[in-house]
């Protein structure tokens, strides 16, 4: 009997995380594509921002994830106390805190699936809307960033992304005894070994009678050169890992600073799970004690209210842990380890 309750609030928590994540993807894509609504051409018309918005979308939900999932364990506990099944398992002898765990492993599974789906596809399917919606737009890249120009040999070279093999907005040009000889400009290249293989759509200007014969240019792109500050964030743990590496013995300010960014996000991913487990436990203590006798809309107000300070307490600790130089991976567990803690004395009490 107790495991079918035990069933009955996994499926619960499972069922309203995903109702309520659902619900945020719904909201935010609806203003992304208002807000793209500006950027209006003949490519990028009414149809291809809709394909960019449901492109983002689910690489997008994993904002939303730490939220959706507080959200649908408290609605479930809290509907499930006034049904009176937490009372029938507390008499039953379950721990509040076991009753809390069990209720969490819905969305867990959820979050889990996410994070995995994420990191395998999610992001690069967002990288490549993003990189063709800038083509689209015919968005002037210069102008809205700042272009790094990299060298290699005689050759130069300017790009806004790389996602896979493939990379977007190119700028080549190649110089010959110090002056330029020609340049090449496209869309979209492939990245094959030390070669970049330019499409059939590109523009060449020659200074020189010298021209180019074929659409394959020799340039050899430096590893760190790939990656972006702007860009660590949609970067999967692969990358992350291999791109840690490189900075690892370098005692350059810009290097550290950089790395501490990489390592933002890498703990970030790693522990967003642990994260969400120690909101929900924290918060799903308050329906045993203090808000025993509120109603289901005052424990969801108490929990928006608190992932949201938790989310600000963290951003806060991570930077300031990255301005002084310090290691980040403390600057991200130490509001874990303080809900932790205010969670025991919680539990104690109960």
């Excluded at 309750?5 to 208002?34: E, H, Q, T, V, W």
């Excluded at 970030?268 to 329906?287: A, T």
Aim: with cysteine; aromatic share 12%; hydrophobic share 50%.
């Amino acid at each position: 009997m107790i495991k079918i309750f035990y069933i009955y609030l996994i499926k619960r928590s499972l069922y309203f995380s995903f109702a309520i994540l659902m619900f945020f993807g719904l909201l935010d894509s609806i203003f992304n594509f208002i807000s793209e609504l500006e950027n209006l051409t003949p490519d990028f018309n009414i149809a291809q921002i809709l394909i960019y918005v449901i492109s983002s979308l689910p690489h997008n939900l994993i904002d939303f994830i730490e939220g959706a999932c507080l959200l649908g364990v408290m609605l479930s506990l809290g509907l499930s106390h006034q049904e009176g099944n937490l009372n029938v398992l507390r008499t039953a002898g379950v721990a509040p805190l076991k009753i809390v765990i069990l209720s969490s492993l819905g969305s867990i599974i959820l979050a889990s699936s996410l994070i995995i789906f994420d990191e395998i596809s999610f992001k690069k399917i967002h990288l490549q809307a993003e990189a063709n919606k800038n083509i689209l737009s015919e968005r002037n890249i210069s102008e809205e960033m700042n272009l790094n120009w990299i060298k290699s040999d005689d050759s130069y070279l300017s790009f806004e992304n790389i996602v896979d093999n493939k990379i977007f907005n190119v700028r080549f040009i190649k110089t010959q005894n110090n002056k330029v000889a020609y340049s090449v400009t496209s869309d979209k290249a492939l990245i094959d070994g030390e070669n970049i293989i330019f499409n059939d759509d590109i523009t060449h200007k020659s200074f020189t009678n010298e021209f180019p014969k074929n659409k394959t240019e020799e340039f050899i792109i430096p590893i760190q050169s790939m990656i972006s500050l702007s860009n660590i964030d949609n970067l999967n743990l692969m990358e992350i890992i291999s791109y840690r590496k490189l900075f690892t013995d370098s005692t350059l300010k810009k290097d550290i600073l950089f790395k501490s960014h990489l390592d933002k996000v890498f703990y970030k991913i790693i522990f967003k799970l642990i994260s969400i487990l120690v909101l929900i436990i924290f918060f799903g203590s308050l329906i045993f004690t203090s808000l025993r006798d509120s109603t289901v809309g005052g424990r969801v107000l108490v929990a928006v209210v608190g992932a949201f300070i938790y989310k600000i307490c963290q951003d806060l600790s991570i930077g300031i842990f990255i301005s002084y130089g310090l290691p980040v991976l403390i600057g991200v567990i130490i509001p874990s380890i303080l809900l932790v803690l205010l969670s025991i004395r919680s539990y104690k009490k109960i």
